[in-house]
């Protein structure tokens, strides 16, 4: 990250089924040591040089970041249109986890209070471990969901502040 400077883009390829790194064209490096990355000079250019190769190569995601480089998350990430719907931002793969949660969430409390209110002490074991479960799972889908928005919030505030021209100094009367 040394030679990339401040209003440069720096783009990392990677293999979407592995997270293998890759070039351009989506090939894996035999030796993970001598993996490349391309920089950019501009936001806008390294996004469609970014579309034009998973274009050609839909099986591959492309990370754009600044010149800070892996020190934040990526600003934009490249994906072919039909995988952008498996993507952990995707409004529907968020609305998908929050449904399951409260599913979970339904289903888990009835076996606690199952559990709680009944008597016999062998029959509270099953219900009491699954809703326990069922509400743990719940919240850690809550969770995910919670961080990735925000990282999402904190991706967008970013890419706000790339999108705005640099302040140029003011001089005197």
């Keep these: 990250m040394q ?3 401040p209003g440069q883009f720096v783009l990392f390829a990677k293999v979407l089924d592995s997270g293998t790194p890759c070039d351009m064209e989506g090939r894996t490096f035999a030796d993970l040591s001598l993996a490349t990355c391309v920089i ?3 936001l806008a250019e390294a996004e469609a040089f970014a579309e034009a190769a998973v274009a050609r190569t839909p099986s591959m995601r492309i990370d754009i970041f600044d010149h800070e480089g892996r020190a934040q998350p990526a600003l ?3 994906l072919h249109p039909s995988r952008a719907q498996a993507a952990d931002t ?3 793969v968020l609305r998908k986890r929050r449904v399951i949660a409260w599913v979970l969430i339904a289903t ?3 076996l606690l209070v199952f559990a709680i209110v009944e008597r016999n002490h062998r029959e509270i074991i099953l219900p009491a471990f699954l809703g326990i479960n069922m509400l ?3 919240g850690r889908l809550l969770w995910f969901n919670l ?3 925000e990282t999402e919030r904190t991706r967008q505030d970013r890419l706000r502040e790339h999108a705005q021209p640099p302040e140029t100094p003011r001089r005197g009367p």
């Design 147 to 149: 961080g990735v928005r």
């Design 90 to 92: 995707h409004p529907r």
């Design 3 to 5: 030679i990339v400077r």
């Design 108 to 110: 888990g409390v009835p």
């Design 136 to 138: 743990i799972a719940a």
């Design 76 to 78: 934009v990430t490249v």
């Design 40 to 42: 950019g000079d501009g």
